[in-house]
């Protein structure tokens, strides 16, 4: 079963976040992960929730989707945009 990361994220720094940007995908990719949403200029509809940039990365399954978020290789990348913003992701499994 597809497997989502669903990222809000709100960018304090957008030198670094670029950089963030550059080094991730071929990580998401190593993990059979394809980006469906990537930035854009979400609208909310309904409700109360305000996302910044609106990311939706899908994977195979739920493990490919740890294991990515998991690597080693990963860990470097993730200080950056830890360091550049504040995130909020979460993994929900769908069709």
């Known amino acids: 079963m597809s497997a989502y990361l669903i990222v ?6 957008q030198r670094q976040y670029l950089e963030y940007v550059k080094r991730v995908p071929p990580l998401v990719e190593k993990h059979g992960g394809v980006y469906l949403i990537r930035g854009g ?5 309904e409700g109360n929730w305000q996302p910044g940039r ?9 493990q ?7 690597d080693p290789d990963y860990a470097p990348v993730k200080a950056i945009r830890h360091q ?11 069709v």
């Open 54 to 62: 609106l990311v939706v990365l899908r994977f195979p399954d739920s």
């Open 8 to 13: 809000d994220i709100t960018v304090h720094d």
């Open 64 to 70: 490919s989707a740890r294991a990515f978020i998991e």
């Open 84 to 94: 550049a913003a504040d995130t909020n992701l979460v993994l929900a499994e769908g």
């Open 41 to 45: 200029d979400p609208k909310p509809l």
